[in-house]
């Protein structure tokens, strides 16, 4: 995160592909994203794009490539179990066009973890896109995987975060995007043209509007972005000012 | 869903465009995948790509095109509201080509429904991509939009929901998708083998296995699909054996 004077701060971003069946269903609800969004914000990183593919190699594989020419880095949860819908690595192996191998330290891992029951199905996790390292985790003896800026996370939520723990504070990032939100009972087209106007009038920032109906009283939060506390602070106090000139009263929070 | 004899059905495809910062950030958790998943199972749709993008126009215009051309139907969901960052209409205008109008029939809904309160910000939900018809709906005076393939839907879930309630029946689609869980608390490592048999030996059988780890005990759902019945109900048979051939308790149904 080191900016020449003068020079706008560079702007970290990643994807996530979220692969599985399941997910596409609809029978399983995604976890994931909001967590993955929310700790790549607190490294810097913009989580910018996210696409859901079947266990299909052909579809893993081409959403990962678009992915990781695209952005700094790029993560993928599911199929790195045992069994045969599990299909993650060798399709990121065919993405990269390397073959895969069994991870000497991984075989160690799980060999010390399963014992006499490190069956075939599970030596399966030991294996990896040729060229990769292990993202080690306190949860799991299988370990994540990292393959250039590619980061091969388990589905399991609680796994998962594992493995983003481990990864805490080691990927290069810019400045974290801060927010603030304020809120009104009115309607957001009475708001429309003044979100519209602090948002021109404040450079670097974002205004997001979100629409409610809560207890019978519609409504909306306004959510305020940027990576500048004090240009943030100056539009949220002028969105607060210009709800109270059109009669509202503002709220400095969250409805 | 006319399938001449001898033929494999055709299969029905859907795409997902969610569209929103508030996704990307983690601020918002999506709650319509899933239910639009369903939704189009039973019309004999799958729902096979997902993307996540935010509100900006050529991300937008990007996503759109690469599914509208490779899927049967795509849905659009968020951005149709009347603040600033509501880009949808225009982004997808922009895909195919052709400007922006006020729709007659959206805007006599619109002022049918706000009367003297049908402000400027209100009316740019009466927009649509030229050439576009209305999805008309119960819940909201602002209808969803239909151009081509693409079916530009509300974000907030309710107004979604009846969104695709005015859709039930209207789509052209093929066999929906079956299916059946059983389980076992039994490692996952020791039916990989079985599950990868069984998907073989049932032409049209899908099995998905999904571990988990409750009240102490590890054990596994496997999910099997097919749009057949009864080669569903031979495979989960299948497994129901194997699992009690393996010395655990299958279990006909989820764990």
């Known amino acids: 995160m080191n900016t020449p004077a003068g020079q706008p701060p560079r702007i970290y971003t990643a994807a996530l592909v979220i692969i599985g069946d399941e997910i596409l269903s609809g029978r399983t609800q995604d976890a994931n994203l909001a967590y993955l969004a929310k700790w790549l914000n607190v490294q810097g990183i913009r989580l910018r794009h996210v696409r859901v593919v079947p266990d299909v190699e052909a579809e893993i594989v081409s959403a990962v490539n678009a992915c990781r020419t695209a952005h700094d880095y790029v993560f993928t949860t599911g199929g790195i179990g045992p069994t045969h819908d599990d299909i993650t690595i060798d399709s990121i192996a065919a993405a990269f066009g390397v073959p895969v191998v069994v991870h000497p330290r991984a075989e ?12 075939e199905a599970r030596l399966r996790m030991a294996r990896v896109p040729d060229g990769a390292d292990l993202v080690e985790n306190e949860l799991s003896a299988a370990p994540g995987v990292r393959i ?25 990032g810019g400045l974290p995007v801060l927010s603030r939100t304020v809120a009104a009972h009115i309607a957001e087209s009475r708001v429309a043209q003044l979100l519209e106007s602090v948002e021109k009038t404040h450079a670097g920032v974002q205004v997001g509007s979100y629409p409610f109906w809560k207890d019978g009283q519609t409504g909306a939060n306004f959510v305020i972005r940027s990576t500048d506390a004090h ?3 100056a539009a949220a106090e002028a969105i607060l000012a210009g709800i109270a000139e059109l009669g509202a009263t503002p709220v400095d929070g969250e409805l």
Chains 1, 2 share one sequence.
Do not use: C, H, T, W
């Open 231 to 233: 240009v943030m602070n």
């Open 148 to 172: 250039g800026n590619v980061f091969i996370m388990a589905g399991i939520p609680s796994v998962m975060r594992a493995m983003l723990a481990a990864l805490d504070g080691k990927l290069e």
């Open 108 to 119: 160690a891992l799980l060999r010390a973890y399963y014992g006499d029951k490190l069956n």
